[in-house]
């Protein structure tokens, strides 16, 4: 069954009128959501658990709910399995979410309703550019389209950001201040290939789970200022951000699959575990239980936000 504050309608609804975009529950104080939400290229490895355990204690020392988001909306770069795998490592980890796992994949109707407002709005436009096109200005589309328009093949869909600059105040990285022309150009909403573009959907799913505050890496740092655009666009309430460090290897980088980042061995994930949250402030009296659960129980116990490392890159 879902857990308690679960959704049942969606706040970009093609066929009726929005509710509120945040499912929330009074408690003396607004109920916490937070999530994860891995990409299915790859086993879970040292990286993603450190994200994966961050947001888990920041949902459970706020007596919150922690939500799991398959984001499966990029089918040439998946890897079959992978999201099955990813489930179970989680779950050797014993970190449970409190709903079903959310499959991306399963939102396509509701993404494309928030291009189809966008473009209603003005805010979206057709662009036939290629990355030649826009290389003069660094990769980055700024006002004008480079190309014509063709007939013969489908356009991407821009959102326009003029001279917008966003500002937030992130948990740990502080202080906040963007200007989307700089930083991102007018980006894709909706790719040449028919796909949405990660932006569009992040946003939209987020406001749809009621997440109040989203906990994740600093390599998506960058994103948060493209998904709040997008989300006052739509009119849809913004979450709260916290960016924790980047887990990289000796060569200073980022763990993930296409630098040979080892996958957590679920027959063992004490090892793995018990490193990431040490990284996340967790005291070593904290880390000596031998099972997954009541490890995870241990460090809810001695979790301090205070402790959380203020930094973007954090060696493994």
């Known amino acids: 069954m879902p857990g308690e504050g679960s959704l049942t309608s969606d706040p970009i609804n093609p066929t009726g009128p929005s509710p509120p975009p945040f499912s929330r529950r009074e408690r003396g104080s607004v109920f916490y959501r937070g999530r994860f939400a891995p990409s299915p290229t790859g086993d879970l490895h040292f990286g993603s658990l450190l994200a994966a355990l961050g947001s888990w204690l920041r949902a459970r020392a706020a007596n919150g709910a922690w939500l799991l988001r398959i984001e499966d909306i990029d089918p040439p770069r998946e890897v079959s399995g992978s999201a099955s795998a990813i489930l179970r490592a989680l779950d050797a980890c014993g970190l449970e979410p409190n709903e079903p796992p959310l499959y991306q994949s399963t939102r396509l109707l509701a993404h494309e309703a928030a291009l189809d407002q966008l473009r209603a709005d003005g805010h979206a436009y057709p662009c036939w550019c290629s990355r030649a096109d826009l290389a003069a200005s660094g990769g980055m589309h700024r006002g004008t389209c480079a190309a014509p328009p063709d007939p ?6 821009r959102v326009r950001v003029a001279d917008t600059a966003i500002t937030f105040d992130d948990g740990l990285q502080g202080p906040q201040r963007w200007l989307l022309a700089e930083c991102a150009g007018d980006f894709v909403v909706k790719r040449a290939d028919d796909l949405h573009a990660y932006q569009l959907a992040c946003a939209v799913d987020d406001a749809f789970q009621g997440i109040t505050e989203v906990v ?12 709040i655009f997008l989300l006052r666009l739509l009119g849809l309430g913004e979450p709260r951000y ?3 460090p980047l887990a990289v290897n000796a060569a200073g980088e980022k763990l993930s699959k296409s630098t040979g980042a080892v996958a957590i061995d679920i027959a063992d994930p004490l090892p793995a575990m018990r490193s990431a949250l040490a990284l996340l402030g967790i005291p070593e009296a904290a880390l000596r239980a031998t099972s997954p659960r009541v490890l995870l129980t241990d460090a809810r116990s001695a979790f301090e936000p205070k402790n959380l490392p203020r930094k973007q890159l954090i060696a493994s």
């Open 152 to 157: 013969a093949r489908e356009p991407a869909w």
């Open 216 to 227: 994740r890496g600093t390599d998506l740092l960058d994103s948060t200022p493209r998904q």
């Open 242 to 244: 916290m960016h924790l």
